[in-house]
């Protein structure tokens, strides 16, 4: 079967309305739940092939992430389907009024590689506890990952339900999305694709969600606790040898601490990764040779002061700290994506923002701070996607909060709620009752202006 007919077929599938019931949904939930529990083992394995990340890691970041976002929808689906009552105004009374939730219909995610699992199904989950049929497109520079994921899926959806489509992205998404009219995309990836994914969507007027990347900075100030911040810093720009969106790209750190800020990342560099990182359990290797040739260039922007060696044969590049760079740099132009981490300083606030708006709207703003009035000023000052105080990247862990970029770093939100409400529609119903019909409402207006005025104001 063609994959266009396959995609009509998830068509056919949705219009029947087997998806509607909060029965249906919850059902599906927990055998996506029950799949992904049999398969864990193979996760475990497929992630460390693709990426060498540990099982401790894989279940914070993966599995275990995607777990409580199913546990989440699965007690909170009921309340979230439920009709919201709203008030009604003078004008219309004494209709009343209510918000559905109406599934979109059929949806396109496309995941990308650096979290294959948890940025594939994580969105699945808000999209099927919403009602809709989905494609998922894994990204095809994972592959130990994508063969575990087309079991976890298959063995327990059929294909006009959810079909998983493996490929080439450049080639699979264009045919798909030209041949066939998705009612939503939801895109996780480096913001050239995204753009690409937005034109295509746009010739058919889909609307979209783009997570994308971009630079996010880290502020660490002047009285900040410096030991946290660098334990902090750390291990998120480390963490998954720092292909990760929200890992701090680069620290601006205040011009009176960074001899004591550099001191405290070398030792817990160190202590986190000891002297051969390559053989470390906590440390993981860049995805593939062009990703490795990448972010190798950038080690001979600056001065290397932490790390430096490489090993092309095992991707594996050394958590390095880098300063004097040049701020033309290519290492301060692009998103790193890398465990190679800038440091360079300021003065004050004014010269961090002239830096920073180099980049606006960043996916991630991090401000290291021991005063609550100065975090909320860097807050003010720092439009960003999201946020953290003392801390980086987590926000992305807490399903309560909404997680989404701004401007270049996307658009729209998601997870736990905020993933059932992107793929739902909100239908605006007003129901009216036929006892009351005042004429006032029918013409001939004329005359009525005054009244009118005293209604609408
Ligand atoms: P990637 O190369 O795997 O691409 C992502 C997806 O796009 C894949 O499924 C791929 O098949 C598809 N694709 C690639 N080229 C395409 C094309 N020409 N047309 C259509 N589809 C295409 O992953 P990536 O883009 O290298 O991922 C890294 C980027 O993703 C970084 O910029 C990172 O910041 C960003 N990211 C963002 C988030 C977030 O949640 N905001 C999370 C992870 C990664």
């Known amino acids: 079967m063609s994959l266009i007919n396959e995609l009509e077929n998830l068509r056919n599938y949705f219009e029947r309305g087997a998806t509607l019931s909060a029965d249906f949904r919850i059902e599906q939930l927990k055998k996506l739940k029950q799949s992904i529990l049999e ?123 959810i079909l998983y489509v493996q490929g080439e992205g450049q080639q699979v998404i264009p045919q798909m999305m030209n041949a066939f009219r998705f009612d939503h995309v939801f895109y996780t990836g480096s913001t050239a694709v995204g753009k690409i994914i937005y034109k295509m969507a746009a010739e058919k007027v889909v609307p979209v969600t783009l997570e994308l990347g971009g630079k996010s900075p880290c502020v660490v100030d002047a009285d900040a606790n410096l030991k946290v911040a660098a334990r902090r810093i750390a291990m998120t720009k480390f963490s998954n040898a720092g292909q990760m969106c929200v890992a701090p790209d680069y620290v601006l750190v205040h011009q009176s601490v960074k001899q004591p800020f550099v001191d405290a990342m070398q030792e ?119 946020a953290c105080i003392n801390n980086s990247s987590w926000h992305l862990t807490n399903h309560h909060l909404p997680f989404g970029g701004r401007g270049f770093s996307g658009t729209g939100n998601y997870h736990g709620k905020y993933s059932f409400e992107t793929f739902s529609h909100k239908k605006a119903v007003m129901q009216t009752p036929t006892w009351f019909d005042p004429s006032i409402k029918y013409p001939p207006l004329k005359g009525r202006l005054k009244l009118f005025k005293r209604i609408i104001k």
């Open 39 to 161: 398969y864990e083992y193979e996760l475990y394995q497929a992630l460390y092939t693709d990426l060498k990340k540990n099982k401790e890691e894989t279940w914070v970041t993966e599995t275990g992430m995607v777990i409580s976002e199913l546990n989440t929808a699965l007690r909170k689906i009921k309340s979230w389907m439920r009709p919201e009552k709203v008030r009604t105004n003078l004008l219309n009374l004494p209709s009343s009024s209510r918000i559905l939730r109406e599934p979109l219909g059929v949806l396109l995610i496309i995941g990308p590689w650096n979290y294959p699992f948890q940025l594939l199904i994580n969105p699945l989950i808000g999209a099927i506890a919403a009602g809709n049929c989905v494609v998922l497109k894994p990204s095809e520079f994972a592959p130990a990952t994508d063969v575990v994921m087309k079991k976890i899926i298959e063995s327990v959806f059929p294909k006009e339900y």
């Open 268 to 386: 817990t560099i160190h202590q986190f990764f000891g002297d051969k990182p390559e053989e470390n359990y906590n440390y993981g290797k860049m995805i593939s040779e062009k990703q490795f040739d990448r972010v190798v260039k950038y080690l001979s922007e600056g001065n290397i002061i932490k790390g430096g060696r490489i090993d092309r044969a095992k991707l594996f590049i050394e958590p390095s700290l880098l300063d004097n760079i040049a701020p033309d740099a290519a290492v301060m132009q692009d998103e790193i994506f890398g465990p190679v981490l800038p440091i360079l300083t300021f003065a004050d606030m004014k010269e961090a923002k002239s830096i920073i708006n180099k980049h606006p709207n960043p996916l991630a703003f991090y401000i290291y701070t021991a005063s609550t009035a100065n975090a909320k000023s860097w807050l003010q000052n720092i439009p960003a996607g999201g």
